[in-house]
Nanobody, 123 residues
Framework: QLQLVESGGGLVQPGGSLRLSCAAS????????IGWFRQAPGKEREGVSC????????KYADSVKGRFTISRDNAKNTVYLQMNSLKPEDTAVYYC????????????????WGQGTQVTVSS
């Protein structure tokens, strides 16, 4: 069964860091572009960062550029999102998703989704 599982979320103070992981089972993650998306209460789901199959191309939302880093380890079937200098406005449920091509980093491009992990930035 094809599955994506996110982990690493939690409560962190402003300025802190978290590393999210997205682990795949039932399929080879290396064949897919991977995106991280987030959704805050009352807001639309937005693309945070996306990475191509090889990891050679990445995209970031303007709001996270310079603070977040996406990476992948295809040997471990896992993609990561390192989040530094976290702000209260980063609070959201974070989802990873797998898609057949690396495009605009939009949700409609992605076919398989995880259940999400909560990130809360608060003092």
């Amino acid at each position: 069964q094809l599955q994506l599982v996110e982990s690493g979320g939690g409560l962190v103070q402003p300025g802190g860091s978290l590393r999210l992981s997205c682990a795949a089972s039932g399929f080879t993650l290396g064949y897919y572009a991977i995106g991280w998306f987030r959704q805050a209460p009352g807001k639309e789901r937005e693309g945070v960062s996306c990475i191509s199959t090889s990891g050679g191309r990445t995209k970031y939302a303007d709001s996270v550029k310079g603070r977040f880093t996406i990476s992948r380890d295809n040997a471990k079937n896992t993609v990561y999102l390192q989040m530094n200098s976290l702000k209260p406005e980063d609070t959201a449920v974070y989802y990873c998703a797998a898609g057949g091509y690396y495009g605009a980093c939009a949700a409609y491009e992605y076919d398989y989704w995880g259940q999400g992990t909560q990130v809360t930035v608060s003092s």
